[in-house]
């Protein structure tokens, strides 16, 4: 087993253990902590996969900005001490039986997907995820979606605003 | 590494957040259930996206192939961003109105 | 030019009409301009030859405003045409409320059914069949009877869902076409195999069957012409019903003959259970407009039958009987409309010895009610004379099953006359009073029509040859 | 290109106007200025006049079609803008901020007209959606209000989940975000193969199918729909009927028009059970609602099952249709929502009697009404003539139109219950005040209805492929 | 001459428009004046045409086309020969008397119901003179429903009394069961031959095969049962007595229940060439001329009995018709019109003078009142009774040769109608005529004789009925004596030349004849013996008495198996099909729909797990169908061999 392959499973146990802690942690600020700790591994992820620059703002935004948003609204919601009511015992085995079925029929086709078969993802190689390269790409060819991007922002703030303000 | 462990991967962790999202009350939990969903499609992008290049890679070293899944990672995260700042807004203006972030409680809407 | 004329002078007075007040002065409006109508058609009744209209209107489709007056159309636009002036002013008297409006709806629908009767050019068509309906729909919704709201919307569903159907069997036929094109011949030679006519035939002949009606489709009409005015049900049943016929006559025949020829044995049974059914209800009914629902029912399974027997002597039947039967059965209306605004029932149980009280009334309506038997002499009796013949060499003991009707037709027919005329009177017919005389000269106009048509068909079936011979040219 | 540049800008000016100016009510007007010149500015493009060449490096690619289509939308708003603009007004506290982010939603409406690339599929959606979440939560004490944000929010947010999993994919089959199926192998010799998909691509364009659906609200992922449209003030419920569901349903045209080759027979089969379910859920629930906003919320699922004819059939009639479609429905819902908006009471008791209160009002909706019926001789009829025709001409599926045809029939059930209620039913119909030039521009919108229903050729005659 | 012919219709349809718009403008003299000379002058035409016929021979006056289309010619034109000049005759002049003793006999009536009754009659008259005239099918149709329609109005005259109603209507119901045969038999004639122009069937009768024939000529009977009153379908004649007397006199007389006769004697090449129909014809006609016999034999209406006799009649007339004795039919037609008429009339008379009482237990002893009433009814019972040389006699005789020609049977059972015919005619003569009055007082203080407006048309009929048979006095007692029939040679010739000629020996016809006239003339002498002295009593009869009584209850039968089933039959699909199956299923699927809705409503539960729960379903459910063949069925399976 090489280093690669044992930092992947590394990782990829961590995040799933971790997004499962997500899942069934009782109380909201755990869950949040725990889908920090996912993000993290994601993000160890894209270093394996040699993609610094989205390892980095993956932390950035996500782990750093997002979640601590989700933090804060937690918080001032003072919610991280409610018990949160939990769904009835029928609902939660339909929500993880039809999620588990999503798994499975996906799964299943990958695995009979003979033009995967041969096919690997270049770990540590290849630097396409270097952040002048992305960088080159994303302010010539990808200039009107980054641009356009900033109507988005405009109207989520104005969203924000709208609907955050006390009247 | 074989792209079908990352898809695996991704699967498992977009289900993860499938299941939550059906699952979970609380209503800032399941949002984080929806972006761990979207976490699980940025892994794979990128996972692809290298397998791109890495196809591309045997006949010509220098080439881009593959940047246009990463870039669409980070327009992702963008629209992530924004969604979650609108998202987040929603909820607090639902918990002023109502003091509660329970799903369950959505039910004024129905048939 | 005279056929655009007919559909756009009650299309455009209809509209006109909206606009004035309430005033006595609309009843009068409409009525000169359904003259006017009746003009027109007169016109072109005695005008040599087909008459035609051709307009562009919707290039993309492959569809234009075109028009065809042929022998069948110019009889039927002058059924319509007499119709109108006559329910005008047989009902000149009836006082509606908001009467602009309802006037207008009259007219439009008038607009509506020439256009049926006059369209060459199948989307035409169909937009004209829905026109026809729309207004009707207002009409007995709003000034119809106690349950009209549910009843006038089964009747509106009812043909909906037909319509739609045969807008499907338009499209299909369509796309069967040589040259894409909702012209008439273009339908005409449509390459449809016997498979696809048998397809198409289903879905055009639901629509008619159900707007003639046809056993068993026909449970909306009984109800609609019990609640609907009896101004709208006189249209109904006096014009309406033809369409159906109309339609089957002029498209479906020469369109899918080979889907027609399969399902002749099917739908002349259903016809002519129809008519056997029809007519034991209606010796049970103690309702006049629901007694001449059902007889009407009857009459037009006949007439159902004779086109599906596919020979020229039923045929020419149908075409006359179409006009006789507009006539006759507006005549009953008439009577029945007069019976329920002066004296406030249609229960025969509540009637009696009327022929006391107002002998004029009673004799025109005798007329009526054996034109409605084919007595020998009204005018019914050629086009029920030729149908049955028809019928005969399709079948003999079809036509003899069928000719039970004719014994049944007499059985209910006097029994009406009976029990509202005769005997003595009740409490409700003691006061009762002579009809006016606007309604009297309206009936003795109808009573005329149906002695001359009766002792002298034949212009009538000079009328309608060319359409018959056309139809059977074609095979 | 111009649309969208010329929304973005407008929406910020409409932002900066609201900051500095007195009186809000000269807003509208604002708006509708703005509207005219997108209108303009879209013309110009449509008509080979650019304005602003940007290289969008083929990430987006306008074709007539599309442009076309964008004009509908903007005169679409701009019909809406003149008919509801008072009510956005009263709608809450931030006018401004209301009318900018519909032009925001135009600007992803126009993304959406004109996309080539996943990505800009992706980012259209998101414009559209945002601004969308956010009017639907614009009352914000109202309880409802909130509840329908949410509930759009929420499942508005899962959807993109899904669909980015199918872009996902797809990228993982292909290696491109473009959308045009380069699947499609042809050999040396010039032969074209059948196109042969490997089951991811199938996979992310099953899902991408699957959020589309959502978006256009057809069963059984509509589920959002009936309690948004009833939750979310009823001026913007009007907006996100129409317009922005009409806008869905080209992008959802153009993402498979080029695919039904790979898509395979099994697709329309999928796509036909879709299309009943949508009719019957639509058609069917509808039937027993007293509200009549919920009502239309139903209705607009059922009117989807009808449009989802013209990705069934994937032919020329089909994308007229579907213009025409657009047109007719919107014009028609919008003309019912503006009604709407002014009653009182939203159930159908409200209705009764409204003919001998407001006769104009009455005739209006009820051309409306006859419209979305699809009774010839208004839009609808057309409308609906071009998605059954577009079917009959594949020469498969009659089976479909019939059963389409009778959920038509349904349909009438339901529109006509509101007609009962204004002309034959005993009441007084509570207004507000109404205008006259409220009234004018129903009138103008009935009669478009009208004119399309009689002479569809002159929307059509401006169209060519 | 015969060119006018189309006057001889136009007459009383002048006098129908006249007296029917002008009924309540005229006076009744007017009106009396107008309607009976409407009949007056077709009579006087019709005398011309006949003289002009006699000499001249038969042809066809066409008028206009009443319907030509491609394949079918129906001209209007009237056909005037021997046959028809003579029905022309009887029913003018039979009818002008009629007419003339109306006058007198509805004086009481309002003007307007005087003018209404004139003007009614003049259309019976006006469509038997169509049916007669009539030179196809068709136009015999139009008059044959046409008599059906003014029987209908006639009997139904005064329309306050529903009975009067009930019996009208019931006679035009049965008249149109008959009618609905005549029509299908002329729609067969249409179909296999394309004409329904006498001249033209008759020529071109050997193309009908002789399946067509006999089922045309059977339906054809079909028609003349309903209108002359055979069985089945005569109950209507005896109650058709509800209308004024004159009217049943015109009824059984002179119009109507003859048409039957002339339509078959009309056709009777057709018939000749059926020998099974007429088997059927005589058997049926001999059945109905006894069963009608027995019923009228315990009558006590004066019109029912002499109903009953026309109807026993008209039996004889269709044996005749059966066994071939065309002329010998007619003959009776044209005797039975006149005795018929005048016994119609004298007890019109009767009852005129019994103010309206009809039943002649209560009468009796009215020789002494009404003497001119009295002998003309005499004369009449004799002539019906067949007795030498009065008119019955000598047409009875025709036909009853004819049948014992054909079949002794039907010679003997007809004999055996006959004796019957007797007894209750002279039953009937005894009750009113003879013994003492049974009736109130005041009836009594009241009689008196009718005016000469009712007791001309009497005597004209009386003399008409003692000379009427002379016209066809048999070979047996002079050679060329029958001038009828040589008149009506040429209408019967083409059957004379297919018909096998029975004859039966001089020597037996003699003995025949001789012994039934002794046998008639004893039954007459029984009848009034036993009736003479009769006195009313209480008692109810008994066994077939009562039977008889009650007609044999066949009104009752018919309304059981008939009528009742039938009206059970609409009330069924009125009551239950129609709203129960047809309509339930319309609002079934309304109902359906309404049930789906409430149900797919609860579907939208308000549950945003819900909603996301289904749409993850949803696209389980679509990959599985999209990849159902290859991938997953087969991964699946897979895994469950490996578990």
Redesign the interface.
Known sequence: MSTTEILFFFLSAMAIFSAIMVLISKNPIYSVLWLVVTFFAISGHYILLNAQFLAIVNIIVYAGAIMVLFLFVIMLMNLNQQHEPQ?GLW?KL??VI??G??MM??V??V??AVDLKSKEALTFGGDIGLIKNLGRVLFSDYVVPFEITSVLFLSAMVGAIVLGKKD | MPIQYYIYLCLALFSIG?IG???R?NVIV?FMCIELMFNAVNLLLVAFSKMHLGMAAISDKASTVGTDGQLFVFFIMVVAAAEVSVGLAIIVMLFRNTHSVD??F?????? | MIPLLLILIPLLSGLAVFLLKDSPSTKAFALVSSLATLVLSLMAVFTKGALTYDAAWLPGLGSRFSLLQDGMSKMLCLLTAISFPVVFAATYKNVYQRSAAFYGLMLLTQAGLLGVFLASDALLFYFFWELALIPVYFLCSIWGGEKRIAVTF?FFV?TFIGSLLMLVGLLYVYAQTPDHSFAMQSFFHANLDAHQQNAVFALFFIAFAIKMPIF?F???QPDAYEQSPTATTMILSGVMVKMGIFAVIRWLVPMVPLGVHAHTNFVVTLSVIGMI?AS??????DDIKRLIAYSSIAHIGLMCAAIFVQN??GL?GVMIQMFNHGINVIGLWIVADVIEQQLGTRKFSELG?L??KA?VLAILFVVMA?ANVA???TNA??GE??M??GL??YN?WI??IA??S??LA??YT??MI?KI????TVEKTVQAVEVSANVQWVLSILVIIVLVMGV???PM?DLT?DT??AIFANR | MNAIIVSTLLGVVMMFSGILLKNKSLLKYIAIGGLLLLLVANFCQTYGCYTIVVNSHDLLRFQKFGLFFNSIAIAATLIYVILSGKDIETAGNYPAEYFALLFFVLCGVSILCGFNSLLMLFLGIEILSIPLYILTGSDKRNLKSNEASL?YF??GA??AG?MLMGIALIYGATGTFGIVSPSIITAPNGAVSAPKAS?LE??GL??LF?SMC?KVSAA??H??T??VYDGAPSVFTSFMATIVKAAGFFAFIRLLEGQSAILGP??K??LS?VIIATL??GN?????QQSVKRMLAYSSIAQAGFMLFALYAANDVAKEGILLYATAYSLATIGIFAVLIKMKDYTLDGFNGLAKTEPVLALTTTICLLSLSGIPLTAGFFAKYYMLASVIKTGSGLWLVIIAVLFAA?SV?YYFRVIQSMYFKEGVAETSEITGGFKAGLIFVAALIVLIGVLPSVLLNYFYF | MSKLVYLIPLFPLLGFLINGLGRKSLSKSLIGIIGSGAILASFVVSVLVFFDVKANGASVITL?????????VIPFAFQVDQLSALFLLIITGVGFLIHLYSTAYMHEEEP?HFGRYFAYLNLFVFSMLLLVLGANY?IM??????VG?CS?LLI?FW????DY??A??KA??MN??G??GF??AV??L??KLGTATYSDVFAHVGNLTAFDISAITLLLFVGAMGKSAQIPLYTWLPDAMAGPTPVSALIHAATMVTAGIYMIARSNILYTMAPSTQTVVAVVGLATAIFAATIAIKQNDIKKVLAYSTVSQLGYMFLGLGVGAYTGAVFHVMTHAFFKALLFLGAGSVIHAMHHEQDIRKMGGLKKFMPITHITFLLACLAIAGIPPFSGFFSKDEILMAALAKNPIYYYLGLGGALMTAFYMFRLYTLTFLGGFRGTHEQEHHLHESPSAMTIPLIVLAILSVVGGWVGIPELFAKDSHSLEHFLAPIFAGSAAIAEQHHVEASQEWIYLIGSTVLIVAVIFWAISSYKKYQPTTEENTGIAKVLENKWYVDELYDTVIVNP??A???F???F??KNV??A??NGVGKL??Y???Q?????????????????????V???????D???M???NRIFKMA
Request: hydrophobic share 55%; proline share 3%; aromatic share 18%.
């Open positions: 769904k609902m339909a929500g039809s999620g079925c999503f029929v996906l299943s086709l695995r009979q | 499938i999202a059906l699952t009350r399941v799903i369950n959505l039910n004024r809407l129905k048939n | 089964k009812y068993p026909h449970t909306w059914y034991l209800i209606a010796i049970r009914q020229q002597i020419e010895g022929a006391q002998p054996l007595l020998p002499l009796f050629v004379f030729l049955f013949n005969f060499q003999v036509a003899a000719g039970i004719i014994i007499a059985v006097l029994n009976q005329f005769y005997g003595n002298y068909p034949q079936l040859k018959v011979t | 509930k929420l499942m899962f959807t899904i089951f199938i996979a099953l899902l699957v959502f059984p992922f589920f959002w009936p309690d099994t697709w089969i999928l059970f019957l859920v069917i629930t509808a039937v027993f349904v059930y | 206009f086309n009443f319907i030509s289309i491609k394949s079918l307007q068709v149709f139009i008059g044959w429903e046409g329609l209908y139904g329309f306050k009394n529903n109603n009930y009208a209507k035009f119901v149109r069961i009618d609905l029509l299908l729609f067969w249409i179909f039938l009206n039959l609409g009330g699909f009125k009551n099909v129609e047809i309509d299923g319309v729909v309404g789906g809705s409430r797919m409503r609860l579907l939208q539960s308000g549950q945003v797990g819900n909603y996301l729960l289904i749409m993850v379903l949803a696209i389980v679509f990959v599985l169908v999209w990849f159902n290859i991938t997953i087969s991964y699946l």
